[in-house]
């Protein structure tokens, strides 16, 4: 992706702050807590969540992705249905936050990108020692907390990688741009060399809330969802989108 794409996917979430009125300096704190907790050899007692293990995770998705023929990116409205019609061979799978729950199984799932609200679905894949984008922003700097903290007493945690959206550059986080779980999962592939002809969304809708959502306001869902037409309008995927 160009340095300029990028700047562009990273400066939606400046608008989206104002839009919703939410304070930088919270989205700030999610990220450098959550810079500090993995900052040690052993973060929350686990071996292969230090950074070099991270880095390890990350080339090793970006590999996958530059091998695959396809990336079929699932978002929240997706139906079991629609998963069962495609075609998945040489195809990749990133699957946003709790629509990981439609998978029949992972044999094509590369990673989950997630703020890790989705529930028992990502406990699920978690366990199935699944990969993991997880991102901090500053609503759910208790929930990530929460749920990392699960995670580590699994006999196997799943591998991880730190995202955030704040301006500031953090050791061993990146900033893919993008602002719901969705429209992030997209920015990431192509952050990480996907063509843009290569990526099918599924499950992707702006006047419902999906059935794989997490915990949620509608009314205030749906708000996100238009924002997150607007990125991927500017990444010209909109054609893909349900109305």
Request: glycine residues 8%; proline residues 2%; contains cysteine.
């Amino acid at each position: 992706m160009s340095g300029g794409r990028l700047k562009r996917l990273i400066g939606f979430q400046d608008e989206v702050r104002l839009a919703f009125n939410w304070d930088y300096s919270d989205d700030l704190e999610s990220a450098k807590t959550m810079e500090s907790a993995f900052g040690q050899d052993l973060p929350f007692g686990v071996e292969h969540w230090d950074l070099n293990s991270r880095n390890r995770c990350l080339q090793e998705i970006r590999e996958e992705l530059a091998l695959c023929d396809k990336l079929i990116i699932i978002g929240a409205g997706v139906e079991q249905q629609e998963l069962s019609d495609i075609d998945f061979t040489n195809a990749a799978v990133i699957a946003a936050d709790g629509s990981v729950g439609a998978m029949e199984d992972f044999k094509a799932l590369t990673c989950v990108v997630s703020d890790l609200d989705g529930g028992e679905h990502i406990d699920f894949a978690a366990l199935e020692n699944q990969r993991f984008i997880i991102h901090a922003h500053g609503d759910n700097i208790s929930k990530w907390q929460e749920v990392v903290k699960k995670w580590s007493g699994y006999s196997n945690p799943p591998s991880l990688i730190l995202s955030h959206q704040i301006n500031e550059n953090l050791d061993g986080m990146i900033n893919f741009g993008g602002f719901t779980d969705g429209d992030r999962a997209v920015c990431f592939a192509l952050w990480a060399g996907v063509e843009e002809e290569k990526i099918k969304l599924v499950g992707f809708s702006t006047q419902k809330v999906g059935v794989w959502s997490g915990t949620t306001n509608p009314e205030k869902k749906i708000k996100k969802l238009s924002w997150m037409k607007k990125i991927l309008s500017f990444l010209d995927l909109q054609t893909q989108i349900k109305d």
